[in-house]
């Protein structure tokens, strides 16, 4: 692997240990099974040495770095029926399922 190559493998792996950090913020089993996965994922390929097989496989820790960034909330219940969430930009919002949300700051 050339110093390039590795610098770009260690940069997205540092990428997607700070996006696991922000998106699961507070859930230390979300937190400790993310680490888990992307450690997995890293070792099991650290042997590749054909640069085409590579780049496929920095494409794919690239997507998954963006999906923990933008598609991926997380949830906790504040009741019956009610839930709050972070957004990727850790914003609070709540919502009620089926039902307008009348008693929370929403706004909903």
Known sequence: MSGGTRLKVLSLFKKLHRAKDKVFVGD???????????????????????????????????????????KVVQLSQVRKDVYQFRTEHLQEKCFKLNMKCDDCTCGR
Not at 40 to 65: G, Y
Request: a negative charge; glycine letters at 2%; aromatic letters at 2%.
């Open 28 to 70: 230390s089993v979300a937190l400790d099974g993310a680490k888990m996965k992307i450690r997995e994922e890293f070792s099991k390929h650290k042997a590749i040495t054909d640069p085409q097989e590579i780049n496929s496989l920095l494409k794919v820790a690239q997507e998954s770095e963006e999906l923990l960034r933008t």
